[in-house]
């Protein structure tokens, strides 16, 4: 059973530029959440994918927007990158909505550095 | 509290001694609490999710508990070990915002020898 993938590892944007990073969810899981983990803070939920439609969003501005595709793989845009953005981005994957107790899988993240 | 809340933030610990941390959340509308190891490089590794007033998990040398009615949970170590070096993140979930983690910032744990 493969688990959380994302790429890239690392990148480097300068500020307005815009980024696209990709999650490969675990085998079998449908839904797909984005977190923002800033220096010294917990990850900020950014927003959930659940079957290719969004469910659900945190406090983020619209710059900040998402895709899921028909395998559940989910990719995070960002335009207009600022300074602020500089964070490291998790996904996470879960088998569903319905039932179980909210449990997700987590990739290893990818580290954005914004100059 | 509106937010969850870990203390302490950092944590040094000798080998073999027993450490434990807490998680404050607010507890109206509670679902879940979950907490997860997480080791520097690697992916977030998830070790409980609780969801009953009372609840005690038990994995290996690490326990804890769930106070929902208070609005706390306590992570323990039992004669922690190097490979317990680690950041312990706790993270709640509400019955009107299911799937949505709201995280703590973590309690840093640090074992030497």
């Not at chain 1, 994302?6 to 085998?27: D, F």
């Not at chain 1, 207009?80 to 997700?104: I, T, V």
């Not at chain 2, 490089?41 to 009953?52: D, R, Y």
Request: aromatic share 12%.
């Amino acid at each position: 059973e493969t688990g959380v993938t994302q790429s890239p590892t690392h990148l480097i944007k300068t500020r307005g530029q815009q980024v696209t990073l990709r999650c490969s969810s675990q085998s079998g899981h449908n839904t797909v959440s984005w977190y923002q983990q800033a220096l010294g803070q917990g990850p900020q939920f950014i927003f959930q994918y659940y079957r290719e439609e969004e469910n659900g969003r945190g406090n983020f501005p619209p710059r900040f927007s998402g895709l899921q595709f028909p395998n559940y793989s989910s990719e995070l845009n960002v335009n207009a990158l600022e300074l602020d953005d500089s964070a490291l981005y998790l996904c996470a994957s879960s088998p569903g909505l319905a039932g179980g107790r909210g449990e997700q899988f987590f990739g290893p993240g990818t580290r954005l550095t914004v100059l | 509290i509106l937010n969850v809340e870990q203390s302490p933030q950092s944590l040094h610990v000798q080998e073999g001694d027993s450490t434990n941390f807490t998680c404050s959340f607010p507890s109206s509308n509670f679902y879940a609490l979950h907490w997860y190891r997480w080791e520097t490089a690697k992916s977030p590794e998830a070790l409980f999710v609780m969801t009953l007033n009372g609840d005690e998990k038990k994995k290996g040398r690490i326990s804890a508990t769930l106070n929902t009615k208070e609005g706390y949970s306590y992570l323990y170590i039992k004669g922690s070990q190097p490979e317990d070096s680690a950041t312990y993140l706790c993270a709640f979930m509400t019955t009107d915002s299911w799937g949505k983690l709201q995280f703590g910032a973590g309690t840093q744990v640090v074992v030497t020898p």
